[in-house]
């Protein structure tokens, strides 16, 4: 398919009442409105085809730019590339589930995740936040800097109170990943988790609520699944 195809495509497939959803969770800037399954549809037709998927990126509008993410291949991504999409991404869902869904998959995402998380910027502090609980979902334990996401752990003890809305929110996202996601790091998880407590996190016009972490990582004890890792990052 070429881009024009593609976009007249996600145009037709565009709801008014999902734009709306998409409104109430902070998208302020150009979308049709199409839902994820829809575009996971439209995902089978380019699948594979690199160009076409940062072309699509490119574009601005938000379901171009989400089913980019689920398009490109993270691995073949230059840093500057990644920098780019960081740096672009307009609203939460691109910057705290598209952009690290692909960077996870590059061998420079921790050093990238770690450069972002810093920012003041809040959006790239949280697509830095979310790389990092990406990468901990799909790389094995062996290949993690342990050391490092310690360190992390204690900068969210330290921060997540004076952070920023949703920075919050990606921080205690962290916690959790930590606990499900890298089995050796579970009670050091587990402590932060405790230490941190409830996270106040304003969802603005949503019914979505910011999980408990100490809940949360139980939960996923409980049914055996700590360690478990994913086989993609992207959703």
């Given at each position: 398919?070429?881009?024009d195809e593609v976009?007249?495509e996600?145009?037709s497939?565009?709801?008014?009442?999902?734009?709306a959803?998409y409104?109430?969770?902070?998208?302020?800037g150009?979308?049709?409105?199409?839902?994820?399954?829809?575009?996971?549809?439209?995902?089978?037709?380019?699948?594979?085809?690199?160009?076409?998927?940062?072309s699509?990126w490119?574009?601005?509008?938000?379901?171009?730019?989400?089913?980019?993410?689920?398009a490109?291949d993270?691995?073949?991504?230059?840093?500057?590339?990644l920098d780019g999409?960081?740096?672009?991404a307009?609203?939460?869902?691109?910057?705290?589930y598209s952009v690290?869904?692909?960077?996870?998959?590059?061998?420079a995402?921790?050093?990238?995740?770690?450069?972002?998380?810093k920012?003041?910027?809040?959006k790239r502090?949280?697509t830095?936040?979310?790389?990092?609980?990406?990468v901990l979902?799909?790389?094995?334990?062996?290949?993690?800097?342990?050391s490092?996401?310690?360190?992390?752990l204690?900068?969210?003890?330290?921060?997540?109170?004076?952070?920023?809305?949703r920075?919050?929110?990606?921080?205690?996202?962290?916690v959790i990943?930590?606990?499900?996601?890298?089995?050796p790091?579970?009670n050091?998880?587990k402590?932060?988790?405790?230490k941190?407590?409830?996270?106040?996190?304003?969802?603005g016009d949503?019914a979505?609520?910011?999980?408990?972490?100490?809940e949360?990582?139980?939960?996923?004890?409980?049914?055996?699944r700590v360690?478990?890792?994913?086989?993609?990052a992207?959703?």
């Amino acid at each position: 398919m070429t881009i024009d195809e593609v976009m007249a495509e996600l145009k037709s497939l565009g709801k008014e009442r999902t734009v709306a959803t998409y409104r109430r969770h902070g998208a302020d800037g150009d979308l049709f409105g199409v839902q994820i399954g829809d575009l996971k549809k439209v995902l089978k037709k380019i699948k594979g085809d690199q160009e076409l998927a940062l072309s699509l990126w490119d574009t601005g509008n938000g379901d171009a730019m989400y089913l980019a993410g689920l398009a490109a291949d993270g691995s073949l991504m230059t840093r500057k590339q990644l920098d780019g999409w960081a740096r672009t991404a307009w609203w939460d869902m691109l910057s705290g589930y598209s952009v690290p869904g692909v960077a996870a998959e590059n061998e420079a995402a921790c050093s990238l995740a770690l450069k972002w998380l810093k920012m003041k910027d809040p959006k790239r502090a949280c697509t830095g936040w979310s790389t990092y609980s990406a990468v901990l979902s799909i790389r094995p334990d062996d290949e993690l800097d342990h050391s490092e996401i310690k360190s992390l752990l204690k900068t969210v003890e330290a921060e997540i109170d004076s952070a920023p809305n949703r920075v919050k929110y990606c921080m205690n996202a962290f916690v959790i990943s930590v606990g499900s996601y890298v089995k050796p790091l579970l009670n050091a998880a587990k402590a932060t988790a405790k230490k941190i407590g409830v996270v106040e996190v304003d969802m603005g016009d949503t019914a979505c609520q910011t999980p408990l972490a100490t809940e949360m990582i139980a939960k996923i004890e409980s049914m055996g699944r700590v360690g478990k890792k994913r086989k993609t990052a992207k959703c």
